[in-house]
């Protein structure tokens, strides 16, 4: 009798693949929740959001038993000043990119994180002196050309698009040096934003009254930003220990490609001829840069 079962290897790496599926998935479909909080206005968007994901990571730190290891950085001063660093990119970020959905601006919102693994490799030549070879300067140089030509198209620099990958490009960069977990990192990080998110809240309703919180729908997704912000890193955080990067790396495209698609379908914004042969250079690029991933990947292997 043959046996039919998956092997333990290949049981692992089918089930990292349905967690970046859904990693991925869900955060290409995030414009749709920020776009139906728009009366609450961005800032408290990212307040509210910080609040509840707090919440939501106190609770997996106290089912994971890891609250040695937040005790562990929260004594380190050097690792706090530079998780200190990440948590104001991290909500730079997040403040930017829900100003940008808020404000009709999700194909740019795309286009940001379209040419981020891109923008990360240039970091790593700037600030890690990093050298790249012939395909991956091309690709690089094809995004410069397509950002300049996205500047034409819409009468000036992209610059939510620069924005959002170069905040989460310098975020990624940061977190390496941290030596801190993906979710004990993200809670100190979430912990120290906090307070300021919280005295934003208390201002908010001082000033405005209850507002949005008296509708219950909008407290209601209020209060899912926690776990649509906590649950895809968390379900990343596990689909990174069972695939290779260069796996992750093909998955990273699904958000944006679904965000492109909410702008132009549901949101109803324009996609000139311009910005449309701007998107097909970073496509292009994209295409070069991961096939050279690819290439080099193959190599370590023989």
Request: charged residues 10%; contains cysteine; proline residues 4%.
């Amino acid at each position: 009798m043959t046996d039919t079962q998956p092997s333990p290897d290949q049981s692992e790496t089918r089930k990292g693949v349905i967690a970046a599926l859904f990693t991925y998935g869900l955060w290409g479909v995030l414009p749709l929740l920020f776009h139906a909080l728009e009366p609450a206005g961005a800032v408290l968007i990212v307040a509210e959001r910080t609040v509840w994901s707090l919440v939501l990571l106190a609770l997996v730190i106290a089912l994971s038993r890891n609250a040695k290891d937040v005790v562990a950085v929260l004594s380190d001063w050097r690792r706090m000043r530079v998780i200190a660093l990440s948590a104001i990119l991290l909500v730079g970020n997040w403040l930017l990119y829900v100003w940008a959905i808020a404000t009709g601006q999700v194909l740019e919102a795309s286009f940001g994180y379209f040419i981020n693994p891109l923008v990360n490799v240039a970091i790593g030549m700037v600030v890690l002196g990093e050298r790249q070879n012939r395909l991956q300067s091309i690709a690089i140089a094809i995004a410069c050309v397509a950002i300049l030509i996205q500047a034409v198209g819409v009468g000036n620099i992209p610059f939510v698009a620069l924005g959002l990958a170069l905040t989460f490009g310098s975020y990624g960069l940061i977190r390496k040096t941290a030596q801190t977990g993906p979710v004990t990192g993200l809670f100190v990080e979430t912990l120290l934003a906090a307070p300021f998110a919280l005295a934003y809240v208390a201002h908010d309703v001082a000033t405005n009254g209850v507002g949005v919180h008296a509708d219950p729908t909008l407290l209601l997704l209020l209060i899912l930003t926690g776990p649509a912000t906590a649950v895809p890193l968390l379900l990343f955080g596990f689909a990174v220990r069972r695939l290779r990067l260069t796996t992750i790396g093909m998955f990273q495209y699904i958000s944006p490609s679904i965000q492109f698609l909410l702008a132009i379908t549901l949101f109803g914004e324009e996609l000139t001829p311009v910005r449309l042969f701007s998107f097909a250079l970073i496509w292009l690029a994209l295409i070069l840069f991961s096939f050279n991933s690819f290439r080099q990947h193959r190599r370590l292997r023989v």
